[in-house]
């Protein structure tokens, strides 16, 4: 049983009933998600995969609130986002959700440290709090002795472990990644996986990634694939792990 999942599987921390989104453009309209319906449980880790241009990380930025749909529900913890202002909603994501990309967004100015403190001060926090807390989160990623180096002074998976302590400062429910491993070599993804699931373990935070590749996908409790929009099928973590092995 996963971490925090009642025993009839009812607690449901993300849930999207047939979500439609289309991008309308002046020389093309995409419908980019045609009808997507899923759950999450509280503290699972789930991949999504599929070819380029599926809509995986339309999915993911429709289910955490960057972006908006055009039919259907999404229900976080119970909280309908289609009916949040901006700025609640913005509110909703620094409080209750962490953000992992490819290309790392952190400010060059500034250290690692404060770069993971940033979203605490932006929130309100004090600073001497929100300084403790940031480096209990470099704690977390075995980073805290770079505290003081700038990014430009940091390893790609160096950079990318301040990126998921400033996902994780805030203690969020969930954390969304979006190809966290795709710009770093197998050995550092590797390691960058190892992170991810350790934190999933300890903390139980409910991880949705997108990844492209199938060994990052088999460290998840299942494999959401997407085409055209559409979920065509799903993989337990063990398929995923025989699959990858055939890699």
């Given at each position: 049983?996963?971490?925090?999942?009642t025993?009839d599987g009812?607690?449901?921390?993300?849930e999207?009933r047939?979500?439609?989104?289309i991008?309308?453009?002046e020389?093309?309209?995409?419908h980019a998600?045609k009808?997507v319906?899923?759950q999450v449980?509280?503290?699972?880790?789930?991949?999504i995969?599929g070819p380029?241009?599926?809509?995986?990380?339309?999915l993911l930025?429709?289910?955490s609130g960057?972006?908006d749909?055009?039919a259907?529900?999404?229900?976080i913890?119970?909280t309908?986002?289609?009916?949040?202002?901006d700025?609640?909603?913005?509110?909703?994501r620094?409080?209750?959700?962490?953000?992992?990309?490819?290309?790392y967004?952190?400010?060059?100015?500034?250290?690692?440290?404060?770069?993971?403190?940033?979203?605490?001060?932006?929130?309100?926090?004090?600073?001497?709090?929100a300084?403790?807390?940031?480096l209990?989160a470099?704690?977390l990623?075995h980073?805290?002795?770079?505290?003081?180096?700038?990014?430009a002074q940091?390893?790609g998976g160096?950079?990318q472990?301040?990126t998921?302590a400033?996902?994780?400062?805030?203690?969020?429910a969930?954390i969304?990644?979006?190809?966290?491993?795709?710009?770093l070599?197998?050995?550092?993804?590797?390691?960058?996986m190892?992170?991810?699931?350790?934190?999933?373990?300890e903390?139980?935070?409910?991880?949705?990634l997108v990844?492209h590749?199938p060994k990052?996908a088999a460290?998840?409790?299942?494999?959401i694939?997407?085409e055209d929009?559409?979920?065509?099928?799903?993989n337990?973590?063990?398929e995923?792990?025989a699959l990858?092995a055939?890699?």
């Amino acid at each position: 049983m996963l971490p925090n999942q009642t025993e009839d599987g009812s607690d449901v921390v993300i849930e999207a009933r047939n979500v439609e989104k289309i991008y309308n453009t002046e020389s093309v309209r995409v419908h980019a998600l045609k009808g997507v319906s899923l759950q999450v449980r509280r503290g699972e880790m789930v991949a999504i995969m599929g070819p380029s241009g599926c809509g995986k990380t339309t999915l993911l930025n429709t289910l955490s609130g960057l972006d908006d749909f055009d039919a259907g529900l999404v229900l976080i913890n119970g909280t309908d986002l289609s009916h949040l202002a901006d700025d609640r909603k913005t509110e909703f994501r620094a409080h209750d959700m962490g953000f992992v990309f490819q290309t790392y967004n952190l400010l060059p100015v500034l250290s690692a440290v404060e770069n993971v403190e940033l979203p605490l001060i932006v929130s309100g926090t004090k600073p001497k709090a929100a300084r403790e807390m940031a480096l209990r989160a470099l704690d977390l990623v075995h980073l805290r002795d770079r505290a003081s180096a700038r990014p430009a002074q940091l390893s790609g998976g160096q950079r990318q472990r301040v990126t998921i302590a400033r996902a994780l400062v805030n203690r969020p429910a969930i954390i969304w990644a979006d190809e966290p491993t795709g710009a770093l070599d197998s050995k550092t993804a590797n390691e960058i996986m190892e992170l991810i699931v350790d934190v999933n373990r300890e903390e139980h935070q409910t991880c949705v990634l997108v990844t492209h590749d199938p060994k990052v996908a088999a460290r998840c409790h299942r494999t959401i694939h997407m085409e055209d929009g559409e979920i065509s099928h799903e993989n337990t973590q063990a398929e995923m792990a025989a699959l990858a092995a055939a890699h």
